[in-house]
Each structure stands twice: as structure tokens, then as C-alpha cells.
């Protein structure tokens, strides 16, 4: 329990849940622009039209990892110690009420995303658990069907079978087996791949149409088709929340049934009678496990109009595109905002960090900012003070300053303030190691949270470690200070596990 409490606040748990969020705007532009892409490419060769959807699909697989990287690399041992430690014994609150006009709304949502972040990566975790597992029993199921019932398939099939390999120049060996577990015809494997006929359906078809429906199966063969299947379902698995994630599915599988048409058409040379064979096999199919490919692929209906010459709709509705367009934009604007106003906060930190004010700061009002509350004060704090022109008035933010923070407002008596100056004492007492106590590690992480629940001293090293060390607990947080140079100054290395 108290791991998964650990995991639950953790900055890559926050990493992992903006990365799916952020996900849901750029899998829709993909989407877009695959939609776009199939208009242009519409009436050519479906195999181009095929390797757009994959490279689609393999570019929402890649977004979420990528994004997911991005922040992981910005979050930082000092930014997880300050987000993770909460128990302590008083808190100092770094965010204002006063000073922060020009992020009324945006900050509030953010924040409230950020906090519920946690909650909607579990439910995806526990989501694509079962998902995962459900595509684990289709595997094992699609598997079985293999050998179940099966037995080896007539002659004369095992003829036209070995002609057919030679004519589609299929590399692997190919078996071909009448099964009860199937009623259309069925790839499964890829190494080893069987194609499964159903027994007794053929009955009512010619040789040649027959023909047709194993070179059918026998280009998936070709063209591997059954692990780019295995690729979709994994996909689909771990980006279930999205819709254009399985619209896009959708469409690889449609171009890949158009692929496999084409070139059973070419083998057999009848589009009518291969249009023929698949008409039969609509009125005998039945759903299968989705990791088999086979000619229940794709919507036979749309397929069988294809062959005989009607012409192709849309990939995708005007409706739908009104609504892919509709949601891109407003979630795509939600994070050029957030961006917008992460530059906003780096421009006041770097307008704080040269000092560019309307007179410069010296002596007290120097000192109070970068010493007595550089810990505690937030960055739009510093903005806004360092922009101040004089230094009556900064004087008067110093105490709102603390007003703010005052638990009783309007006392004279303010025990955070108070609290805050015994801090920044007892640790340029304990803490001062060539440098201000309050300038360490420890000293701030003590000014920060106070006194930790416990600390694990090893002033000699110990457990794999050679140098001094301190372990800090806050709750179900800890905290690793390293003393590397032996000179009393204990460096923040990260968070013990």
C-alpha cells in the first residue's frame, strides 16, 4: 500500500497523466490528417493508401512516448523533493490570491486537471490491464483453433494451394486445414502460418472462386499482415480512449482487405466471380478472434461495390470531420494556453532573476527576497515584487506578504511568520557547512517542510554507500542527502526507495 501511495504522488505519475491527456488533441490532428490524406489518395493503389493508415497509427503509438519523455526530462530531483513533501508540520504556502491577475481561470483548470491527473491514469492502467488480457485470451484461443477440430484439407485443395504459393512467390510454408472452429476462410500464425477452411462451406462455390479466397489469405501471408493485426490490437489496447485511435485501426484493416482483393483478383482474373465468392462468404460469417486476419475483415459489403466498379465513399463522414476539427481546436488552444502561460511564468522568473526593475533593490528588500523567503516565495510573487518601483511599496507587499500566509488574518500575532524565522535559524545553525545553512540542501528542505518524522543518520556510510548520509521521512516520502565532499555540506541526491 504504501508503494502504490509513493507511485500515486509521484512526478512521472503526473508526467504519464498529462501524456495521455496532451494525446487526445494529437491523435485527433493525426487523425485529421489522415483523413485528408485518404481524400487526396482517393481511387489510387490501396496500398498506398495502406501505408499512410500504418504510418498514422505508428505515429499515435509514438506521440504519447515522446511526450511522455519530454517531461520526464523536466521534472527534476529538487522540483519532485518540493512537489511530494506535504506532512510536515506547518505549511507554507507558495501560491497567492493577490498577485495573480493574469491567470484567473487558466491556473485554476490546470491545477484541477494536474490534481485528478493521478485517478485517470490508475482507471487507464487498470483499462489497459484488461484489455491486454483480453487480447492475451484471443492469442491463446487463435491458437488453439490451429489444431482443434482441424484436419488436413483435400487434395485437390493442397494443389491449388502450392500453385498459388508459387504464383504470389510466398517464401513461407503454408498449411491448409478444414476446421469446425472457423466458417470463413482464416489465417493465424506467422511464422507458421495456418490458413483454416471451414468445412463444407465451399460446397456451393467454383474451383476458381475457391482459388480466389486462398490466394485471398495467402496475401496476408505475403504481406505479414498478421503481425501488423498483433501491432493494431496492442495499439488499441494501450490508447483505448481515444476514437480516432480505433478509426484509424479501421481504416489499415479496410486497406488491407482492398490490398489482399487486388490481389486475389489478379490470381483468379474475375472480379465478378471473386465479388461472387465473397457475397457467399457474407451470408456464413461469423466474428472471430480479432488477432486472426481473414476475409471477415473490413465490411464485405463496401468491398464486394469496390470489385464491381462503384465508386469509393469518404473515409470519414462530414459530421465526424466536423467533430475531429471541433475537438482538435479547442484542445489543441487548452494547451497553447497552458504553454502560453508557462512563458509568461519563465519570462517574470527571468525579468526576476536579472532584476529588471524600475530602481534596483539593495540592502533589506535585497536580502528579505533572496534569502529570507527564496524558498517559499512563488514565482509570480517575485515577478510582481521586483517590479515594484520604490521601496515604500515594497514594504507594503512585504506585508501582505505574510498576511496572506497569517492564519489568523488580521492578528498581530502571525505563527507562520514566526515559524518561518526559527527555520531559517536553526538551520544556519545545524546546517552551515562553508555556506549559510538556509543556502543547503537540508536547510531547505527543512525551511520548506520543517522537521522531517524521522532521520536515518549514517555518518560513516553504510548499505552500499561510502560516503555520510541522511535519510529525511516525511510520511510516506524520503528524502537522501549524500555529505560527497566530506565537508558537512549533504547534496539532495533523490528521493530513497
Keep these: 500500500m504504501m ?16 501524456s495521455l491527456l ?18 487526396i489518395l482517393r481511387g489510387r493503389s490501396p496500398r498506398i493508401r495502406y501505408a499512410a493508415c500504418c504510418f498514422a497509427l505508428g505515429l499515435m503509438a509514438a506521440l504519447p512516448v515522446i511526450t511522455f519523455a519530454r517531461l ?9 523533493a518540493e512537489m511530494v513533501s506535504q506532512d510536515h508540520e506547518t505549511t507554507f504556502p507558495t501560491q497567492t490570491t493577490g498577485f495573480t491577475h493574469a491567470e484567473p481561470w487558466l491556473r485554476r483548470i490546470s491545477t484541477a486537471i494536474d490534481s485528478s491527473l493521478p485517478i485517470v491514469t490508475l482507471v487507464w492502467i487498470l483499462g489497459v490491464i484488461l484489455l491486454l488480457g483480453w487480447l492475451n485470451v484471443g492469442i491463446v484461443i487463435t491458437g488453439r483453433m490451429k489444431s482443434f477440430a482441424a484436419q488436413p484439407a483435400p487434395h485437390e485443395l ?18 491448409l486445414v478444414h476446421s469446425a472452429m472457423v466458417q470463413v476462410p482464416t489465417v493465424i500464425g506467422w511464422l507458421r502460418p495456418v490458413i483454416l477452411i471451414p468445412a463444407g462451406c465451399m460446397a456451393g462455390l467454383s474451383a476458381a472462386q475457391v482459388g480466389a479466397l486462398i490466394a485471398h489469405e495467402l496475401a496476408h501471408v505475403r504481406r505479414h499482415d498478421y503481425l501488423v493485426n498483433l501491432f493494431q490490437s496492442l495499439v488499441e489496447a494501450l490508447l483505448f480512449y481515444h476514437p480516432c485511435v480505433w478509426w484509424v485501426s479501421k481504416q489499415i484493416r479496410n486497406e488491407r482487405e482492398h490490398c489482399c482483393d487486388d490481389l486475389a483478383v489478379a490470381v483468379c482474373g474475375d472480379p465478378l466471380s471473386y465479388a461472387k465468392a465473397l457475397s457467399f462468404v457474407e451470408e456464413r460469417r461469423f466474428s472471430i478472434s480479432a488477432v486472426a486476419v481473414g476475409l471477415d475483415g473490413g465490411v464485405l ?20 470531420a466536423l467533430t475531429m476539427l471541433t475537438f482538435a481546436l479547442v484542445t489543441t488552444g487548452f494547451c497553447i494556453a497552458v504553454v502560453a502561460h508557462a512563458q509568461a511564468v519563465d519570462a517574470d522568473k527571468q525579468v526576476a ?16 527576497l533572496d534569502e529570507d523567503v527564496r524558498w517559499i516565495i512563488s514565482p509570480e510573487e517575485r515577478a510582481a515584487y521586483m517590479r515594484l518601483p520604490d521601496n515604500a511599496e515594497r514594504l507594503e507587499f512585504i506585508k501582505q506578504f505574510w498576511d496572506r500566509r497569517n492564519p489568523k488574518p488580521g492578528s498581530a500575532e502571525n505563527t507562520i511568520k514566526e515559524e518561518h524565522y526559527r527555520r531559517i535559524a536553526y538551520a544556519n545553525v545545524h546546517f552551515a557547512a562553508g555556506k549559510a545553512g538556509w543556502m543547503t540542501d537540508r536547510g531547505r528542505i527543512y525551511i520548506v517542510n520543517g522537521r522531517p518524522d524521522s ?13 555520510p548520509y541522511e535519510v529525511w521521512e516525511y510520511g510516506q516520502t524520503q528524502m537522501k542527502f549524500v555529505d560527497r565532499c566530506a565537508c558537512g555540506d549533504y547534496e539532495l541526491e533523490a528521493p530513497a526507495k
Excluded at 502504490?4 to 512521472?12: I, K, R, T
Excluded at 532521520?455 to 560516503?467: Q, R, V
Aim: aromatic residues 6%.
Design 455 to 467: 532521520i536515518d543518520s549514517h555518518p560513516t556510510g553504510g548499505l552500499g554507500e561510502t560516503k
Design 353 to 368: 532573476k536579472n532584476g529588471a526593475s524600475a530602481s534596483e533593490l539593495s540592502g533589506p528588500y535585497r536580502q528579505w
Design 72 to 80: 520526464a526530462s523536466n521534472s527534476g530531483v529538487i522540483e519532485k
Design 3 to 18: 508503494m502504490v501511495a509513493q507511485l500515486y504522488g509521484h512526478p512521472l505519475f503526473h508526467a504519464l497523466g498529462w
Design 22 to 39: 496532451h494525446f487526445c488533441w494529437q491523435g485527433t490532428l493525426v487523425a485529421m490528417l489522415l483523413a485528408i490524406a485518404l481524400g
Design 158 to 175: 493442397q494443389l491449388v494451394l502450392k500453385d498459388l504459393i508459387r504464383r504470389l512467390k510466398v517464401t513461407q510454408a503454408v498449411r
Design 301 to 320: 459489403t463496401m468491398r464486394i461495390r469496390r470489385l464491381l466498379g462503384s465508386k469509393e465513399g469518404p473515409a470519414v463522414s462530414r459530421v465526424a
